[in-house]
């Protein structure tokens, strides 16, 4: 079976800094793209940034200028650098993966559980 782990969350002061990262594991045959969403109490999971594997790169409106997004494809881990972080930043990320898996004709896509970062004013 396939996995995505999250680390990286916390607290932390408003203007402060954070890195996320996400690891995927299991019978992976290759990875289309990977990124990062975000859920707030009483609202909708929102995209942050995303990465495909050619190098293709989306933020949020957000997040540019503040967040930056990259990944290792040798050990098939996606991060998330966050600064200048506020408080209007602290939600749940989650890591999501479009993966290709051996005897599939469409992509896998897997979510993390999820790692809180929580940003004080």
């Known amino acids: 079976q396939v996995q995505l782990v999250e680390s990286g969350g916390g607290l932390v002061q408003a203007g402060g800094s954070l890195r996320l990262s996400c690891a995927a594991s299991?019978?992976?045959?290759?990875?289309?793209?990977m990124g990062w969403y975000r859920q707030a109490p009483g609202k909708q999971r929102e995209l942050v940034a995303g990465?495909?594997?050619?190098?293709?790169?989306n933020y949020a409106d957000s997040a540019k200028g503040r967040f930056t997004i990259s990944s290792d494809n040798t050990k098939n881990t996606v991060y998330l650098q966050m600064n200048s972080l506020k408080p209007e930043d602290t939600a749940v990320y989650y890591c999501?993966?479009?993966?290709?898996?051996?005897?599939?004709?469409?992509?896998?896509?897997?979510w993390g559980q999820g790692t809180l970062v929580t940003v004080s004013s």
């Open positions: 299991g019978s992976i045959f290759s990875i289309n793209a």
């Open positions: 990465i495909t594997s050619g190098g293709v790169i």
């Open positions: 999501n993966a479009q993966l290709n898996i051996r005897g599939l004709s469409r992509y896998l896509e897997v």
